[in-house]
């Protein structure tokens, strides 16, 4: 499950087979509870470098904050998944990491974060590790989520993603069609590698490709200036991308953390969103509030850095950098809930450790 439209009112279905459908499937759903079915006709197309095919089904006109069931033709399993409200409910939910990959650490955090009831995932990169080569792996790491990532309830998990290096052929500096499963998968980015989705007026993930299929500098950075000031009134802003601006791991003035802590970050500080997420280094990483390149108590919070189910780094030492507030190594998520007075940012393990814990306002003005 994914979105390409509006979370509150629009789901997207699909899945990857070999199946020889008569004509096109069909999704059927309807509200739980509920004997009103509809359907919505699925589209196929190719899925690169494979004879399968992805089918997708995007539903329209659903009930925000409402339980729907649905199967895929009339003989499948039931399944079930949950619209977002249309305005800020009394408690708002998601977990987000990155650098997935398959096997088991992946497949515990996918069992952990999926016990905490989130309204929705958001992905940083490196999803699947297939290198824009290998569909397998891809295929795996769908079959992980759809298998782990449902809620105690039976609720699915959608996913919002971006792009990271482990998508592409090439890694960085490329174009789309070294990223053939991403861009077949996510039609989000349809039009280009970074976009908005804004769900009612409480909530605006930005999501960014930091160098992979589009330049960090130009154009992105062009969007990202105007996609900030529109948004300067929606309470909950976060930005999301791969490659860290402040790294947990690697070396401060690698290239690709220079040219996103030259393009972005001032335009970040500028807006000051609630957080930015970050991935990449494989470590969990919370930084002191940063603004002009100094701790400032009014300034930009990132988290991250990448470590839903690969091996661990190691971590730099806080005591030694003066931008970390904790860096661990440690497979992780992060737990983010909001209330209409307190963001509470949880880093917890995937058997269940709380790593971490920071609470911010969410009163503090950008």
């Not at 998944?81 to 409910?89: A, D, E, L, N, V």
């Not at 708002?92 to 990959?101: E, M, N, R, S």
């Not at 991403?182 to 976009?195: H, I, M, P, S, V």
């Amino acid at each position: 499950l994914t979105w390409q439209g509006d979370p509150t009112t629009t789901m997207t279905i699909q899945w990857i087979g070999d199946r020889n459908w008569r004509g096109l499937p069909e999704v059927w759903y309807a509200p739980r509870g509920s004997d009103q079915w509809k359907s919505a006709r699925a589209l196929r197309s190719a899925f690169p470098l494979t004879p399968m095919f992805l089918y997708r089904a995007q539903l329209r006109g659903l009930s925000p904050d409402t339980d729907y069931i649905f199967r895929i033709g009339l003989t499948s399993p039931e399944y079930r998944f949950r619209t977002m409200p249309s305005t800020m409910p009394e408690k708002l939910v998601f977990v987000t990491g990155g650098d997935a990959g398959s096997g088991e650490p992946n497949r515990k955090t996918n069992i952990q974060a999926a016990a905490r009831e989130p309204h929705f995932a958001l992905l940083g990169g490196d999803l699947a590790y297939e290198d824009g080569k290998n569909p397998m792996r891809w295929i795996e790491w769908l079959e992980d989520w759809k298998t782990y990532m449902v809620s105690p309830e039976g609720r699915m998990i959608p996913m919002v993603v971006c792009i990271g290096n482990h998508e592409v052929d090439g890694h960085f500096g490329t174009d789309r069609e070294k990223a053939p499963f991403f861009y077949a998968t996510f039609r989000l980015f349809a039009e280009r590698g970074y976009t908005a989705l804004d769900f009612g007026d409480y909530l605006s993930l930005l999501l960014l490709d930091s160098g992979h299929t589009t330049a960090v500098a130009g154009e992105q950075t062009d969007w990202l200036a105007q996609a900030l000031e529109a948004r300067r009134e929606v309470p909950n802003l976060f930005v999301t991308y791969h490659i860290p601006a402040f790294p947990s791991h690697r070396a401060w003035d690698n290239p690709h953390s220079l040219e996103v802590r030259t393009h972005w970050t001032p335009l970040i500080e500028r807006f000051a969103p609630a957080a930015v997420f970050e991935n990449h280094d494989h470590v969990y990483k919370r930084t002191v509030p940063i603004r002009d390149g100094k701790e400032d108590p009014a300034g930009v919070l990132y988290l991250g850095d990448g470590c839903w189910g690969r091996e661990p780094r190691a971590a730099k030492n806080p005591e030694e950098h003066w931008y970390l507030a904790k860096a661990e190594a440690v497979v992780h998520f992060i737990l983010v809930e909001i209330t209409r007075d307190e963001r509470r940012y949880t880093a917890i393990d995937n058997n269940g450790r709380t790593i971490d814990e920071f609470t911010q306002p969410t009163s503090v003005d950008r």
